[in-house]
């Protein structure tokens, strides 16, 4: 059957690293006859430049007639005094969190074997690899607090340029929802969950950790559930990670707190993302940004797309076998000592530092060659 995918690349590197993303996705075409019928459309600069809106009607409509979304990056130094509704972050990836209902946002951060002399941390700290699952709310909190409350006085305010205002706002099937997912991966995985809020000092966060013990409780009362302020969980993460496994927190710290867990996997360049919706609905996209210091120089890590391609297979259209080749694909590179320049360290042998166009072409490399060891064993 055919597979709708919009393709929205997006600003900065997001068209490099999307090219790389959709070599991936017609090789695994081709060797597991599916047929995706992708759709382009802009978004974000990009958009703004042609339509005068980042998110412009033909986009949606890409959209709405896809079965997922496949995302680059938007945003970019071009677009950032625009009148905020305007500008590529809250004029159309948050309004595409928020139409979609895209509430679920799953930020694996996995450590590759092979680059473990890439990571941020001494080995000994990541002996035995790193496997994180960090659970991110996403249409919530303070990235949607200002569509939730009307305070007239407090706006005139803002808007005389006295002062500026967010809010932070979560009701309990928000948090109840986020906790049904993490518990489900956790369930999946080692039956342990670390919820992270600021409960010392938000009331958000008060409310945050009550609904998530209550949850746990009542509904997974064999998940080892612990809590932990932001603050010592951003400590934690970068001196000893390996006592985590999945993560469940609100939309900013989950934000702030997947950076952090991609530096120590080597790159921000390595981290995909699945945001996700109850309906299945997804939108696929690399945790990063749209890197305008490094945006049209070939140099940019496309493992993230490619990996965000990954989970687009197997969580908008159930394909695992078909995201497990890709991974493989990718370790096959990692392992035979190819980096992009952000992976690269003095370790790296001479003509093994490749351009963002040069990893795609790898990954499809040893897709073909696990292929054709697949079709030789069936033959025998
Ligand atoms: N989902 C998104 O579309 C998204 C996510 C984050 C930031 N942004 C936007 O991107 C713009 C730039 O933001 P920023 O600079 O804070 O964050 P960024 O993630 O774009 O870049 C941070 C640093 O990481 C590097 N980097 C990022 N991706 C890389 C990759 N694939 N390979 C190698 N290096 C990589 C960049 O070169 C830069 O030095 C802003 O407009 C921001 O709002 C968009
Ligand atoms: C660009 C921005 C709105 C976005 C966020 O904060 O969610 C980004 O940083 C991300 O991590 O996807
Ligand atoms: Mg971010």
Known sequence: MKKRIAVLAGDGIGPEIMKEGLKVLDAIAKQFNHIFDYKEALVGGCAYDKYGHPLPD????????SDAIYFGAVGGPKWENLPPELTPERGALLPLRGTYNLFA??????????????????????????DILIVRELTGGIYFGRNKVKT??????????????????????????????????????????????????????????????????????????????????????????????????????????????????????????????????GLFEPIHGSAPDIAGLNKANPLAQILSGAMLLKYAFGLNRESKAIEEAIMKALENGYRTADLANKTTQEGKILLTSQMGDKVVEYLMVKSETNSNEKMI
């Open 105 to 130: 946002n799953l930020r694996p951060a996995i450590i590759f074997g092979p680059l473990a002399d890439a990571a941020s941390l001494k080995s000994e700290r990541l002996e035995g690899g790193l």
């Open 58 to 65: 033909e986009t949606k409509e890409v959209c709405n007639n």
């Open 152 to 281: 007239l006085t407090l706006h005139e305010g803002a808007l005389q340029g006295n002062y500026a205002v967010d809010y932070m706002i979560y009701s309990v099937p928000e948090i109840e929802r986020i906790a049904a997912v993490a518990c489900d991966a956790a369930m999946k995985r080692n039956k342990k969950l670390t919820s992270v809020d600021k409960a010392n000092v938000l009331e958000s966060s008060k409310l945050w950790r009550k609904v998530v013990t209550d949850y746990v409780q009542s509904h997974f009362p064999q998940i080892q559930l612990n809590h932990m302020y932001v603050d010592n969980a951003a400590m934690q993460l970068a001196t000893n990670p390996k006592q985590f496994d999945v993560i469940v927190t609100e939309n900013m710290f989950g934000d702030i707190l997947s950076d952090l867990a991609s530096a120590i996997t080597g790159s921000i360049g390595m981290l995909p993302s699945a945001s996700l919706a109850k309906t299945g609905f």
